[in-house]
Each structure stands twice: as structure tokens, then as C-alpha cells.
């Protein structure tokens, strides 16, 4: 009797912790958070509502295998290891080919100059040869995958087809069924394919060999394989919200239903199969494109639903203002699952214990922490960053769901141990790494490095100050922690500004380090609400003096007077500089919510300082700003990248900070992204996507902060407009895109497999985003499995939650 109190206890608990309003819970979730020890191991993964499963399903109308021989003589092998032939695994029955290489090669790794450690052992790929086939009448590639790794928790291939490289996650001793879109890539000439992956190192599992078992490779034309650029939805589709809405929001979803000549749309009530509303499809007119849009805002019943309009119905989703409670979950677990010099089982063991910083004759491992992305690299102020996220969600959540909240301030602690364990007390700190491999976990032997980043710059001490600060507010369940991190907050705040008075702003020296694009009005930005946080904290007078005076230079930076024509006449937008000869924008990392977070925290705590209705002034202009913006992407709701001068380009500090590895021609390719963006007057144009040019890019974290940005204006001001902002940021990432696809693996439907090459696929893994195709300002969100769009970014899971906990 006992122990059926304890398991129902739990099931409640679990039940609980997935959600409290009256809409039916995860009950799958919910069962999975406790099997996993409330996320003290992964969740386990859920392919069957993932894009790749629902591809897996569409009808194939001819195919054709791409060698007809049995044997390797038209394979080659390059790189460490060997190919054969093997008959003992085999999926078609005609045997397969077997690629075999080493996981260590007993040399040292050797990156580039800039980035020493940034390497591999080596690579091994079997290569096919096409001989310049023209495959235009195929659409996909498919394939048979049998990883046969000894000790390996996590096994990928990449598939190199022409110019594109595509990882494919796998599952180890079985038979994985693979394939790749390719309607959109050139291949009326193709020399050679490629399957073949990078040498890593030895977690402390790993055998010392991996092998995989390639079979029926085959080129196959299938009846639809959906879109991968531009506005419109693919044809016979709903795009919407997978994880739901909130039941006073606005409603919509955006369908392509050619040839219906009925224009009507039901809302379905799962319990009972029932309608529950009925409503008309409207026709839309936007600058994107003409649109059906389903609007459902006035319908407002918790409760799960799906959208039937015609013959397409969607899967199920939610109404309640809940809604948002399961993605948290999955968001966490990722970052748990990303924790380094932490046994994540099922991942790896405690990593990177003989990765060190060294700083005035001592040294520190810089073990602990999040890895930060797909590969193993780290950087100290993006586990601050995502620390500061999860004490949000944890204050949003401890007084609606104890569990949910008690674990992600657990969460939080341990990236605020990595970032509290980096100091060395004057002002210098272990900053980052870059990273590719595995270590031994020896000290002494060839894997060892010391090469981490080691400085004492003013813009993260002043960031470090203000997590510090707002950590020792929160965290009241270990008093000596809270002490520790008022005294240290206080201390960093020094450094940063003993630090400041002696270089000023500026001082980016490691292009590596997401900081480097800073500008300076995000700077004094960031002064300001350090100082704010300090004055929170201590109640000292003088941290209020200085939030007020660091705030000045960003207020002049701000455009008051509009720019544009007409109705496209905006303004509020803010420079990078008093000298107005560059916006403000990014393209990978952003920090754009540092601006309102200022500025609402100064009125917050300064009511009756002489300045108060300028800093009003200012979160009204810069609101009015971003509801200026949502016309370009209507009928979605993704923010634009903003307004552009055309001649930003010529202010090379500014334009070099922010594009790193540019090309010789960036100059020439900024003026023509730009001018594809939509005109305001002869000088100014506005931009849906950022304009780039290197690897990174994708805009999870761009929209996501200015959503951030937008639902603290909309707090502080009370307005929903902007409120309704913020919460269309994350309609879009969890499904209200133009692809119809959940950026966050298990939430909602139509996940697709993203690039985490050294930890696998993971629930709640976020990528960096989707991005523009060539120069143009459209959306473009290929299967392709690359760096950087689909590379897995806990900068990503940080910006979610931190703009969840704004509801």
C-alpha cells in the first residue's frame, strides 16, 4: 500500500509538472520526467512525430539503386581506416559496404592559428564515383545505415553530395533508413558521393574503432517532398503553432489549399471529435505574398484541438495559458544534456577535466558549464547568459509549478558554479575554447590543453555582475552561495569599471566570442543595467547614479526623427553609435532585449529620478519600433531583421565586428542585400533577414531577443500589442513558419533532425535558425544537416526560456 502511495504521488507530481490548467497533460511527458529522475537523464527521443518520419511516409514513384555491381569497385576509401565488402550485414540481401577507421589516431590535434585546438584526428570517407551522372529526374537520395560501434553513445555519418555536406543522426546496431531531399540542389552533373565522418577522440566508452554498414543506396523520385525556401506554405498544408496557443492571443494559422471551393476551416475538439467552431478562411494580401489565413482569436476554451479545412486536418495542439509549460521541460533537458564535466548518461562521461586556462601562474579547469553548441566548444558568458534564462523561468515558475521551477533552479546553479569557478579574482577570467574533441581526462598526456581564452574585458564583467546580482536575489535556499555572489557581484562590477575607465569601450579582441559584434550603445546599455542590478541588490546610491548617467549615451543613440515615406516612415530604432553612421543589428548572437531591460529596470527603480519620462519616452519609441515592423512578415509573426542604411558598409569597424570571415566582395553583397529588402526612402530600406555572408547565420536568436525586447516594453507599458509580439516569436518557432516546422526536437510535430554532431540528437534541442537563401530576404530552411542554421545552440534554449518567462 505504500509503495501505491509513493508511485501515485509521483504520476500526480509528474502530471503536475506538465501542466495545471484544465487541458488534458502530456501524459508520455509526463511519464518521461519521472523515468528520467525529473531530467537527471535525457528524455528519451520520439521520432514518430518528427519531419523525417512523416517524409518516410510519402508515396515513391520510381527509383532506381545507384550501383547495380555487388562489391566496392566503384568505392574508393580516403582518409584514416579502410573499405570492404561484407555480406554479413545486409538490409537488401546483396550485402553492404563497410567503412572501418580508428576513433583515435595517436597524434595531436592541430587547428588553426587563431583557434589552436579547434581540430580533429583526422577523417575517413568512402567516395563514390558518379562520373558526372545527371540525376535531375530524382528528388531524393535514400540509404540503410548499420553502425556497429563498439561502446559509442553517439554515432552520426555525413553524406556528401556535390557541395552539400548532410549529418545524419543514427541509432548504433541497427538498421537506420536515411535519405536526402536534393530537388533543390544542382545535380545535373554529379562526380561523387561521400559518406564519411570525423575522427573525434575516445569518450570513456568508446571502442577503438567504429564501423558502419552502408546498404541499398538508391535515387528515387517521390511524389512531394514539401518546400524549402520562400513564404508560401506547401501546397495541401496548415502551418501553425504545434505546441498551441494562449486562450487570449490571437489565433491563426496560415494554410495553402489550392483547388477547395469550400473556404471555411473547423476547430475539432480531440475529446470529443466534435466541432467547436467553425469560421471563414480569409484571403490576405501582404507584402510577401497573397495568403488563406485561419483566424480562431475569438475562440478561447482550454482545451486540444486540431484544424480541419477541406481534406487537410492538422495534428493536435493546445489552447491554455499552459501552453508553454512542456516546451520548458524539453528546453531543459537540453541544456542538462549539454552539461560538460558532468556523466550525461546515454551521452558521455565527465569530459574535459585536462582542458585548462592558465592566468598569472595558476591554472584552472575549465571543465563544467554547457557545451555551447554542436561541437564541444565553450564560452564562459553563454553559460552566464543561459544561467540568467533559467533563474527567470525559475521566478516565473516557483509560485505556479514547485517541480518544474526547483529543477531549472538546479540547472541554473550549475552553470553559476562554471562561471563563479573561472575567476581569478582580478579581474581576469577563462573566457572560451573552441573544441572538437574528446579528451582522455588525464593529466600529462597528448590530449592535454591549456590554450583556453583567459581576459579581463569590462563588457563581460559587467554582464557576469548583473547575472551575479540577480542570482544572489533569487537563489534564497543557500545563504552562503547568495553572500558569495553579492560580494563577488559587487567585485566584478569593479573590475569592469576600474577596467573601463582605463580603455573605454572596445577591447573584442577574440572574434571567436559571441561578444565581439558589441556595439557601443549596447555597451553603455549594459553599464547601465549592471549598475541597476547593483542598485537592486544593495540599495547603494551610487549604482543608481551610474545606471542613469551610462544610459545617456544610449538614449542619443536612439533615432527619434522618422526615416521613410508615408506609412513606411519608422523610427526608435537605435545606432551603434552616437556618430548614427551604423544600426544596430545581428546576425548569429544578439543581446538586443539589453536595451528595454535597461531602460524598464532604471523606472523600475528610480521612479522620481528627473529623467524618468525620457526613459518612458524611449521604451515607447522603441515599441512603436517593432509594431512598425510586423507588417513585412504578416501574415506570420517572425519580427524582421529592421531598417538598414545603405551605406552602413562604409563604417568598416562597425561593419567588420559584426561580419565575421567576410568575402572580398562583402562590401558589394551588403548593398544588394539590402536593396532587396523594401525601400523606405532613397537611403533606408527594411530588412526581414539580416544580411551575412559566412557561415554564421540562421535568426533563432535574433527574433527571439527582440520578442524578449518587445514583451518587456509590452509589460512595462501594458500593451498587448507588443505583448501579442513576443508570444508571435514562438508561434513561429514551434510550427507557424512557412515549412510547418517545430525548431525544438519533440515539441509539437514536424521536428526535424538537426546538427549535434557530438552529444546526438537530444529533446528540446534548438538550432541556431533559419536563414535567407543567397541575397535574397526570404526564408530558406533546407533538410540539408549543416553548421551553422542546424547546428544545436544552447544560446537558442537560453533565449526561449528567457522569453517564456515574460508570460
Known amino acids: 500500500m505504500k509503495n501505491y502511495m509513493i508511485c501515485a504521488s509521483l504520476c500526480l507530481c509528474a502530471a503536475t509538472a506538465v501542466g495545471q490548467m484544465p487541458v488534458a497533460p502530456d501524459v508520455a511527458l509526463a511519464q518521461d520526467i519521472i523515468t528520467t529522475g525529473l531530467i537527471h537523464s535525457p528524455l528519451p527521443l520520439d521520432d514518430s512525430r518528427s519531419f523525417e518520419a512523416g517524409e518516410l511516409k510519402k508515396k515513391v514513384l520510381y527509383s532506381e539503386p545507384l550501383s547495380r555491381e555487388n562489391g566496392i569497385s566503384d568505392w574508393r576509401h580516403t582518409g584514416w581506416g579502410r573499405i570492404d565488402y561484407s555480406e554479413k550485414q545486409t538490409v537488401s540481401g546483396n550485402g553492404s559496404l563497410r567503412l572501418a577507421f580508428p576513433t583515435h589516431t595517436g597524434i595531436r590535434v592541430k587547428g588553426s592559428d587563431s583557434d589552436p585546438d579547434y581540430g580533429t584526428y583526422g577523417n575517413a570517407r568512402a567516395v563514390f564515383s558518379v562520373k558526372g551522372g545527371n540525376w535531375e529526374k530524382y528528388n531524393r537520395i535514400a540509404f540503410s545505415i548499420f553502425p556497429d560501434c563498439e561502446g559509442a553513445r553517439v554515432v552520426n555519418l555525413n553524406l556528401s553530395f556535390n557541395s552539400v555536406s548532410h549529418l545524419i543522426n543514427l541509432v548504433n546496431r541497427q538498421w537506420n533508413h536515411c535519405f536526402l531531399n536534393i530537388e533543390n540542389i544542382q545535380r545535373t552533373k554529379v562526380d561523387e558521393i561521400a559518406f564519411g565522418a570525423s575522427i573525434k577522440g575516445k569518450d570513456r566508452t568508446t571502442g577503438d574503432s567504429s564501423v558502419y554498414y552502408i546498404d541499398r543506396i538508391e535515387l528515387q523520385q517521390v511524389e512531394d517532398v514539401g518546400i524549402e525556401s520562400g513564404w508560401m506554405p506547401a501546397a495541401g498544408t496548415i502551418v501553425y503553432s504545434t505546441s498551441g496557443y494562449m486562450p487570449d492571443d490571437t489565433k491563426t494559422a496560415v494554410a495553402n489549399l489550392p483547388g477547395s471551393n469550400d473556404h471555411t476551416f473547423q476547430l475539432i475538439d480531440v475529446q470529443g471529435g466534435l466541432p467547436v467552431f467553425k469560421g471563414q478562411i480569409r484571403q490576405e494580401k501582404t507584402g510577401i505574398g497573397e495568403f488563406e489565413v485561419i483566424d480562431f482569436s475569438s475562440f478561447n476554451r482550454p482545451g486540444s484541438y486540431q484544424i480541419k479545412a477541406g481534406d487537410v486536418t492538422t495534428p493536435p495542439f493546445s489552447i491554455g495559458d499552459n501552453v508553454w509549460e512542456n516546451s520548458l521541460w524539453r528546453t531543459l533537458n537540453y541544456i542538462f544534456c549539454q552539461r560538460c564535466g558532468y556523466p550525461v548518461p546515454g551521452k558521455h562521461g565527465a569530459c574535459h577535466i585536462d582542458l585548462c586556462s592558465e592566468h598569472d601562474g595558476k591554472s584552472i579547469s575549465y571543465s563544467g558549464g554547457w557545451h555551447d553548441a554542436g561541437d564541444l566548444s565553450q564560452q564562459t558568458l553563454q553559460t552566464g547568459d543561459v544561467a540568467y534564462a533559467l533563474l527567470e523561468a525559475y521566478n516565473k515558475q516557483k509560485d505556479k509549478n514547485k517541480l518544474l521551477a526547483a529543477r531549472l533552479l538546479e540547472e541554473a546553479e550549475w552553470g553559476l558554479e562554471f562561471v563563479l569557478k ?51 536575489m533569487s537563489i534564497d535556499r543557500d545563504p552562503g552561495l547568495q553572500e558569495y555572489l553579492r560580494k563577488v557581484a559587487k567585485e566584478d562590477f569593479e573590475f569592469a569599471m576600474k577596467r573601463h575607465a582605463e580603455v573605454g569601450y572596445g577591447e573584442f579582441i577574440h572574434f571567436y566570442e559571441h561578444s565581439y559584434n558589441t556595439s557601443e550603445s549596447q555597451y553603455m546599455a549594459t553599464i547601465s543595467w549592471a549598475a541597476g542590478m547593483l542598485y537592486k541588490l544593495t540599495g547603494e546610491q551610487r549604482y543608481a547614479e551610474l545606471a542613469a548617467e551610462y544610459i545617456r549615451y544610449t538614449l542619443d543613440c536612439q533615432r527619434k526623427k522618422p526615416v521613410g515615406n508615408g506609412k513606411a516612415a519608422v523610427n526608435g530604432f537605435f545606432y551603434r553609435d552616437k556618430s548614427k553612421k551604423s544600426i544596430v543589428h545581428y546576425i548569429h548572437q544578439s543581446r538586443e532585449q539589453v536595451y528595454m531591460q535597461a531602460l524598464t529596470l532604471l523606472c523600475e527603480t528610480q521612479p522620481n529620478h528627473p529623467d524618468y519620462n525620457k526613459w518612458v519616452e524611449s521604451i515607447r519609441l522603441y515599441g512603436d519600433y517593432l509594431k512598425s515592423l510586423m507588417s513585412y512578415t504578416a501574415p506570420y509573426g517572425m519580427l524582421p531583421s529592421g531598417v538598414y542604411h545603405i551605406d552602413e558598409h562604409q563604417d568598416s569597424t562597425s561593419f567588420y565586428s559584426l561580419h565575421l570571415f567576410p568575402p572580398k566582395n562583402a562590401r558589394e553583397l551588403f548593398v544588394e542585400q539590402v536593396k532587396n529588402g523594401v525601400p523606405l526612402d532613397k537611403e533606408h530600406y527594411m530588412k526581414r533577414f539580416p544580411v551575412w555572408f559566412s557561415i554564421f547565420n540562421g535568426n533563432t536568436a535574433v527574433h527571439l531577443s527582440a520578442g524578449k525586447a518587445a514583451a518587456i516594453c509590452g509589460n512595462f507599458l501594458n500593451d498587448e500589442d507588443l505583448l501579442n509580439i513576443g508570444r508571435e516569436q514562438m508561434y513561429w518557432t514551434v510550427g507557424k513558419n512557412p515549412f510547418g516546422q517545430s525548431l525544438i526536437y519533440g515539441e509539437g510535430y514536424n521536428y526535424p533532425q538537426l546538427d549535434s554532431f557530438s552529444s546526438g540528437e537530444i529533446v528540446g534541442e534548438m538550432p541556431v535558425g533559419i536563414r535567407s537563401l543567397d541575397n535574397e530576404d526570404i526564408p530558406y530552411w533546407p533538410q540539408i544537416n549543416n553548421a551553422c542554421y542546424k547546428e544545436v545552440w544552447v544560446t537558442s534554449a537560453g533565449k526561449w526560456l528567457t522569453l517564456a518567462a515574460e508570460y
Request: aromatic fraction near 18%; charged fraction near 20%; proline fraction near 0%.
Open 422 to 472: 573561472n575567476r581569478y579574482g582580478d579581474g581576469y577570467r577563462a573566457s572560451s575554447v573552441g573544441l572538437l574533441i574528446w579528451q582522455d581526462g588525464v593529466f600529462d598526456t597528448l590530449d592535454d590543453i591549456s590554450t583556453v581564452r583567459v581576459q579581463n574585458l569590462a563588457f563581460d564583467n559587467f554582464l557576469y555582475a548583473a547575472y551575479e546580482a540577480y542570482a544572489a
